[in-house]
């Protein structure tokens, strides 16, 4: 079984992009599609599509209409940022919190005034 465990900080920019690269045409092979096929699907030049799976930089633009076209968006999911509450924030809401129900009032024996 493979590591799959990279050591991404270890890495340099140029092997990143490798990576990335071998990524894509897994991926591409995994689909049987051509770079053809992919780089018409995406908008661009069938050498883009050669210069990434060759591990030479692309723009971001490109590689997200590669993406896209591969239909592996969902990579993209690690950048979602979530808004964390702080822990004072979070007891001001928990003590905002129903702690009990209130009696229902019955407002047949209400006295109403005639004004």
């Known amino acids: 079984m493979a590591n799959t465990n990279i050591e991404w900080l270890s890495l340099s920019d140029k092997a990143i992009i490798s ?22 699907m995406a908008g661009i030049n069938r050498w883009t599509m050669s210069q990434i799976e060759n591990g030479e930089p ?5 590689l997200i209409q590669i993406l896209r076209a591969l239909n592996l968006l ?3 999911n690690i950048f ?20 009990r129900a209130s009696k229902e009032n019955d407002n047949k024996n209400t006295n109403k005034s005639e004004w």
């Not at 692309?58 to 490109?62: C, Q, T």
């Open 80 to 99: 979602e940022t979530q808004t964390q509450l702080s822990p004072l924030e979070l007891a001001k809401l928990e003590k905002q919190k129903r702690q």
């Open 58 to 62: 692309i723009s971001l633009m490109s």
């Open 74 to 76: 969902h990579i993209l």
């Open 19 to 40: 990576l990335i690269g071998a990524y894509i045409k897994e991926q591409r092979l995994i689909q049987n599609k051509t770079q053809a096929t992919i780089a018409e």
